[in-house]
Structure formats: C-alpha cells, structure tokens
Nanobody
Framework: QVHLVESGGGLVQAGDSLRLSCEVS????????MAWFRQAPGKEREFVGG????????VYTDSAKGRFTISRDNAKNTLYLQMNSLKPEDTAVYYC?????????????????WGQGTQVTVSS
C-alpha cells in the first residue's frame, strides 16, 4: 500500500522559513515524479512545484520561484520543500503527490498518490 506522509508544517511569521518533508513508502520512489501542491481556505488545490525522477531540474509556479526549493533524497524515499521568505499568502495545507510519469504535470489529475497534507500558517 502506498503512503505519502508530509511533515514540517507549522505557524511562522512572515519572512521566516520552513522545510516540509514527504516520506514515501509502498512505491518505487526513485522512479516517481513528485510534486507539491497547496490548498488555501476557500480555494482550489494548486501546483507549487515538482521534480521528476530522471534528474531534471525542478519546476515551480511563479509564486514559488526564487523562494521555494524542491529536492529529493532517493536513499531516504523523501521529498523536501524548502520555503524561504514566507508570506501570509503562502498559508495553506501543503500536499505532496506522486506520479509514474516522467512529465511534471501541473494539474491534480497527473498524480496517482497523495499525502494527507500538512498545515502551514504564516502570520503577518
């Protein structure tokens, strides 16, 4: 059974940093394209960024570029999201997702496994 478990969320102030982790079990992580999505209250879940399993550079949504960094440790079956210079508008539940595709899809339908999410709250 596939499990994706996010951790690292919390309450921080604007300008602070957080690192989220997503530990994956039950699938071949080293051959999974991984992504981070987020969902703010009253809004649809949106793509934050993703990284494929063939060694390509991560891709990010415009709001994440320059502030967020996605990385992966295949030896630990773990995906990371380093978030710097956090803003109140980054407040959301952050989800990791996995796909067997090489392509980094920015839509929800591109992923077959999801974590339960971790809450990030940024106060002003």
């Amino acid at each position: 059974q596939v499990h994706l478990v996010e951790s690292g969320g919390g309450l921080v102030q604007a300008g602070d940093s957080l690192r989220l982790s997503c530990e994956v079990s039950g699938r071949t992580f080293s051959r999974s394209t991984m992504a981070w999505f987020r969902q703010a209250p009253g809004k649809e879940r949106e793509f934050v960024g993703g990284i494929n399993w063939i060694g390509g550079s991560p891709v990010y949504t415009d709001s994440a570029k320059g502030r967020f960094t996605i990385s992966r440790d295949n030896a630990k079956n773990t995906l990371y999201l380093q978030m710097n210079s956090l803003k109140p508008e980054d407040t959301a539940v952050y989800y990791c997702a996995a796909s067997k595709s090489i392509a980094i899809v920015r839509q929800l339908y591109g992923y077959d496994s999801w974590g339960q999410g971790t809450q990030v709250t940024v106060s002003s």
